[in-house]
């Protein structure tokens, strides 16, 4: 077994490994970094002598190592007699569907996005713990330095450790609210695979299919949210259409150019099932935002599309979920549905109160309907703004090129 098989198996069981030394030290931190040791030991051992349980290898192995790090902390020797005497942990196997594992991983995403942390130490947290991802694989989504993603999840640990943060689920009164924040972080996560703020690929689509993982096992988890399949749902309508968003090159289509015979329909079929469960109860706003991905991947064209439906579920999530990105791509629905003019209003607005500054996103809708309206010298001004503001060196390299297109 090669480096690859540890990958792949650290990938698969990372989220229950240290859910399960988390349970057993009692310490989220200890059991983190138990893991990563017994991973680092796989790589060195797998390849002479590979193990008939993978993953009860790790698992005995990383509770060793945290047995002998119990044992050098002086303060604790009463806890590490205590685990010394236990039996050895027995493998955890990938068809295991003992309830408790199950709660432990559940616990895990928990103290993942705990509100003591920062967000960005949150997302950190979640891929490295939860979702198995290299302190280099972060970094690398990410576009920060290995050091700086280090530095998050050593201090995310160190403040959950100083909080004396418990390995249990929320009680039920604040789970709800707590779960909130785990969506959160799994949109953030999302949000940067679909469309990256900055570099030169327009989407990351590891990024993306990592937090969808994620969302998969929470809505296992958690089969009674609704909102846990409302954003499993936007999550795989919105990367139905990956294959189509991008050119050989890496360039940007948009989607009046994309071809839709090449989205993943199967994609969209998981998508409008996740849609029907979450739908029953209720949408919240992610739900809102899978209807309105929804109506985009029933449309044959974006001529065909209705949008009066998605103008009504945007004036739906604005009242529920209200924010300045709402109310921007409300005037981009209302421009298709009745024209530039009465879309540019609700963008000069946007302007007038200054509710996103700094972002390009403004100037990059108003340059559009500008340029829909004829006013060609405003709406280059305002396309070259949006260029200086962009992050993103492929979103950049088209809007300069519509710009140019202007004269």
Partial sequence: MGPADVEAVWRIESARIVAALTRFTGDFGLAEDAAQEAVAEALVSWPQAAPASPVGWLMATARRRAIDTIRRRAALRDRYALLATEDEVA??????????????????MFISCHPVLSPEARVALTLRVVGGLSSEEIARAFLVSVPTVQARIT?????????????????????????????SVLYVIFSEGSTATSGDRLVRPD????????ARTLAALQPAEPEVHGLLALFELT???????????GAPILLEDQDRRRWDFSAIRRGLAALAQASPRGLGPYGLQAAIAAVHASAPSVAETDWDRIVLLYEALGRVAPSPVVELNRAVAVAMASGPAAGLAIVDELVVTDRLPGSHLVPTVRGELLTRLGRRPEARAELELAARLCTNERERSVLLGKAAALG
């Fill in 155 to 183: 201090r995310g640990k160190k403040t959950i450790a100083a909080a004396g943060v418990p390995f249990e689920l929320p009680p039920a009164a604040e789970r709800k609210q707590r779960l909130g924040g785990v969506l």
């Fill in 239 to 249: 990367a139905a259409r990956f294959p189509a968003r991008t050119a050989p090159d």
């Fill in 91 to 108: 493998a955890v196997s990938a068809d295991d569907a003992d309830p408790d594992r199950i709660d432990d991983v559940l616990k895990l």
């Fill in 207 to 214: 990024v993306a299919y990592e937090a969808i993982r994620l």
